[in-house]
């Protein structure tokens, strides 16, 4: 097992606490190259802004493997200046329910200038109001009177990574871990395989990074490795929860199938037993539902053998969420034993 | 006048929801203690700092209560569901600006301040209809990260759930976080209090930080039962113009502090606010009020025979929300507003109080 400690803990509240929004991911981009460079044979920036990793085998035409963790944030851009009083009009960047940014505060800019996303006081609203959403064109992020920002200007949410008992909750776990868990693979590289990693770019808008990384790479086989969500709450009722998807605390989620990419039935298997040889806490994901940059690396070039491993968290796309140290410290380790046995029979037709 | 930010921001990060006020009421006391000659708490908890004036020729001597309520809204747990913690509301809040919302639980089992966050449950998890645009505060959980058996442990029904937006600092010299409501007033009154120790008044003066407000007034009522004043002032938040808010409630953060009018209103009172406010060149709007002002001065009004009362307003924006937002020189001009009004009353000010 891998050592695991302050250090990764660290890493991980530097990579979260860090501004990364699809399309302007120079935040991560240069931690993930400051972590790597001393530790791999070659490092590239591609034309989308992926950054892209090739550790080299001992071994004679070894096994050439990738694995993906996005580097990109949901988020939001500021799209105009309402006046000299600090409203800024703004859109959301991937995926986010309105619902979670009213009473939020944010971080504009280069700068990571606060603002804040109010709403009217509750004391001018009518009850029937009270029922509906505050919708997109009604919502403002408020700099304070004569803010400053720029059209095009990313914002994020301001709250900031935290160790809480068995838990950390922050931000942007969905996809940080996945960095954070590439960037110490590749510190303990297994020298059996060619190692290829890419720190891919907007994959909360469409999976365009990994598109064209697994195009690069040619690889044998590829993992995806993403943050998935855990729906493990109560229902109101008092009726059995059969739809969590994950669960928090359960070991890394393997998944089987999501809405576009049925995972490779070998490599789902193998997984699984690698899991189960190493006593290694893990947890099927439900299928259906849901996508990682395995879709797309699977359709690249003449097709590529794949399968997602996944972190999961709770609260998706929104300012907190909720992840286990423990799936995570499982998650790295499950990844790196299936590393060090992988062979070519693996994948053999 | 001296920096009031980190008094403010000090007092805007301990607890004190309505009825709970005791760890913000001893910050409030150490902070007044060398400000006042007396000063005592309430049956129900308020702080009653009394800074005597210097008439001798009446008695007992003519007095002005200043009342800035130091309670906060907040969340209290209602029941536990394997570690998820159900809530519901102290004081009025709106169920929309809670998921995502950064929360400390109170603990009461162990003492902790556990970190939390409000979950908003997915669709499935949710009676059917209920899915749909605002998700009421009954179905909303907080999640502290903790095991079901390790919050078992600590928390209990009853216990207090309360924001947890770190306070900032933003452009425009404006300070923005939880419960600014009303503890910005409390900074204004304590700059007032600062203002007095160089400045002469023949009146006394009870500086009151009152419990309770946000969930029936219940401190203002009894204080001013027990300290008789001749006159009282509530100073609390007004509405600031901003997202979603306009008209003539609302007034501009930064460009000046709220006179109330209305029924809540002596209009001597406001008057006399007026000539001390135009003399020291504080700018002024009128805060229109056709019913209730909604604060402190509608208990202490009623309060025994009957309190001429006053209003004054900080415009805030985004009232009851954790990322509350006003502008300090707002709160500055309150407290030396206030100071220069107190400083203006004369002997027999209370006879010249009088209707027309």
Known sequence: MLSFGNSQIKLLEKLCNAMSVSGDEGEVRRIVLEEVKPYADEVKVDALGSVLVRKKSSGKKPLRVLLDAHMDEVGFMIVHADDEEGFFQFETVGGLDVRHLVGKQVLVGRDHIVGVIGAKPIHLTTAEELHHTLEMEALRIDLGPQGKANVGDRATFATKFRRVGPSFMSKSIDDRIGVAILIELLKNAPKNIELCLSFSVQEEIGLRGAKVAGHYFKPDLAIAVDSTPARDLPDFDGHENHTYNTKLGLGPAIYMANSSTIDDPRLVKFMEETAVKNKIPYQFRQPGGGGTNAGVIQQSRAGVPVVSVSVPHRYTHSPISVSRVADWKNTLNLLHLALKNMTHDLIIR | MSDVLPFLKSIISVAGLSGHETPVANLIEQKWTP??????????????????????????????????????????????????????????????????????????????????????????????????????????????????????????????????????????????????????????????????????????????????????????????????????????????????????????????????????????????????????????????????????????????????????????????????????????????????????????????????
């Open chain 2, 35 to 356: 400000l006042v000659d007396e000063l005592t708490r309430s049956k129900l908890g308020s702080i009653h700092g009394l800074k005597k004036g210097s008439a001798t020729d009446k008695s007992p001597r003519p007095s002005v209560l200043i009342a800035t309520h130091m309670d906060a809204i907040g969340l209290m747990v209602s029941r536990i569901v394997d570690g998820f913690i159900y809530v519901t509301n102290i004081g009025s809040v709106d169920a929309r600006v809670l998921p995502g919302t950064p929360v400390i639980v109170h603990a009461s089992g162990n003492g902790e301040e556990l970190y939390g966050v409000i979950a908003m449950p997915p669709a499935n998890l949710l009676p059917d209809g209920q899915s749909e645009g605002t998700i009421a505060l009954k179905y909303l959980m907080v999640d502290t990260g903790l095991t079901p058996n390790e919050v078992s442990k600590r928390v209990r029904i009853g216990d207090r759930v309360a924001f947890n937006t770190e306070p900032v600092e933003m452009s425009g010299g404006c300070v923005s976080g939880h419960t600014l409501d009303n503890r910005a007033s409390v900074a204004a009154l304590t700059l007032c209090l600062e203002e007095l120790q160089a400045k002469p008044h023949v009146w006394d003066v009870w500086a009151l930080a009152s419990v309770q407000e946000e969930v029936s007034f219940g401190g203002a009522f009894t204080s001013t039962f027990q300290l008789k004043p001749t006159i009282a002032v509530a100073v609390d938040m007004t509405f600031g113009k901003g997202t979603g808010s306009s008209g003539y409630q609302t007034f501009p953060i930064g460009k000046g502090i709220t006179l109330g009018i209305g029924p809540s209103i002596h209009p001597f009172l406001y008057k006399r606010f007026k000539e001390v406010a135009e003399r020291i060149e504080i700018p002024v709007a009128n805060d229109l009020m056709p019913e209730y002002s909604s604060t402190d001065a509608d208990a202490m009004q009623l309060t025994a025979e009957g309190v001429p009362t006053m209003v004054l307003g900080i415009p805030q924006r985004y009232m009851h929300t954790p990322v509350e937002l006003v502008a300090v020189k707002d709160i500055q001009r309150a407290g030396r507003l206030l100071a220069e009004f107190i400083v203006s009353l004369e002997t027999d000010f209370i006879e010249k109080v009088v209707w027309e």
